[in-house]
Nanobody
Framework: QVQLVESGGGLVQAGGSLRLSCAASGRTVSSYGMAWFRQAPGLEREFVAAISWRGGSTYYADSVKGRFTISRDNAKNTLYLQMNNLKPEDTAVYFC????????????????WGQGTQVIVSS
């Protein structure tokens, strides 16, 4: 089993930045595709960004392209999401996810999920 724990969320003003981390334990995730999703109150969980097992391929939702950067450090078994120029509509709980495949997907069909970290962007 893989346990994923997100951190780095918080309250930030519009235009600010946050860096989320997702620490994996229980098993190495170096051969797993990984992703970030988010869920705002009353809405479905939506795809944010994804990365292949070595980080060679990355994918972004149109709404965050150019502002967010996904990365990973396999030596630390950790996934990151650098979020710049944050907007109030980015307010949500952010989840990391891992799947037992080298390539990620943009749907929610992942094998392992974290508990989420709250991001609130004030206007």
């Amino acid at each position: 089993q893989v346990q994923l724990v997100e951190s780095g969320g918080g309250l930030v003003q519009a235009g600010g930045s946050l860096r989320l981390s997702c620490a994996a334990s229980g098993r190495t995730v170096s051969s797993y595709g990984m992703a970030w999703f988010r869920q705002a109150p009353g809405l479905e969980r939506e795809f944010v960004a994804a990365i292949s097992w070595r980080g060679g391929s990355t994918y972004y939702a149109d709404s965050v392209k150019g502002r967010f950067t996904i990365s990973r450090d396999n030596a630390k078994n950790t996934l990151y999401l650098q979020m710049n120029n944050l907007k109030p509509e980015d307010t949500a709980v952010y989840f990391c996810a891992a799947r037992q495949s080298r390539m990620p997907i943009t749907t929610t069909r992942y094998d392992f999920w974290g508990q989420g970290t709250q991001v609130i962007v004030s206007s």
